[in-house]
């Protein structure tokens, strides 16, 4: 087994029996689609499973978050293709409501439908998102992202991490590990994930959080994630 192979079988070991069959943990399924998300290994069952889920968990905040998580997945499948602005304005629009006023949202949604690419952005700026979904908020700075979108996105991660506390946080500062690792900015990279990491740390100590499934996936991404950009790290200053 390869090292990444080994990585990816760790990250998804612990939410592979609780998340298959007929299982009705929806947050170890909505968990095992993070991890999968993450090590490219979702499949059409989980996706589907998934969706659903995003359209009907009985557990609305589930619901929200299986939206931008579904939305984010959209939008970085396309990323490499010729669909890449297309998917990236509808997986905007699909979350608009979530993240933007009502009025707002419509107005996304109307600019997405007409392919207007810069009014669309403008309306879906991080500056007007409401913070009600702070983790779709991320979701929403993802998809900028996929969009190399990079000042965006790293200003919509800024917004819910200045503004928002504790796992929003932590999903905020990785997600500028993600950005930074991209651009190739290793160190800036690392030093992201080492804070979420801390953000989690402080959130474990906290009795409500103990047993927290969906906190023990973001751990675990995102010590992966850590893993990846301090051997990326090593091997820009060591060769």
Known sequence: MSALAAAV???????????????????????????????????????????????????????????????????????????????????????????????????????????????????????????????????AAGILASMGRWSTALAGYDRVGSNVPEGPRALAAAGIGDVQFTLKRYQQSVDAYVLALKVIDAMKKLTMYGGDKLLAAWERIIIWKLERARKALDAERYG
Do not use: H
């Open 9 to 139: 079988f760790c990250l998804l070991l612990p939410f592979s029996l609780s998340a298959s069959g007929n299982s009705k943990d929806d947050t170890a399924l909505f968990c095992k689609f993070l991890v999968s998300m993450e090590t490219g290994a979702v499949d059409r069952k989980l996706l589907s499973k998934v969706k659903r889920l995003a359209r009907r968990s009985k557990q609305k905040r589930l619901q929200n978050l299986a939206k931008g998580a579904v939305a984010l997945y959209d939008a970085e499948l396309a990323a490499g293709g010729k669909k890449r602005t297309e998917t990236a304005l509808e997986a905007l629009a699909e979350i608009a409501p979530l993240i933007l006023s009502a009025d707002d949202a419509e107005e996304l949604r109307a600019k997405a439908a007409k392919g207007d690419l810069d009014g669309a952005l403008e309306t879906a700026s991080p500056v007007n998102w409401n913070l009600d979904n702070p983790e779709v908020c991320v979701d």
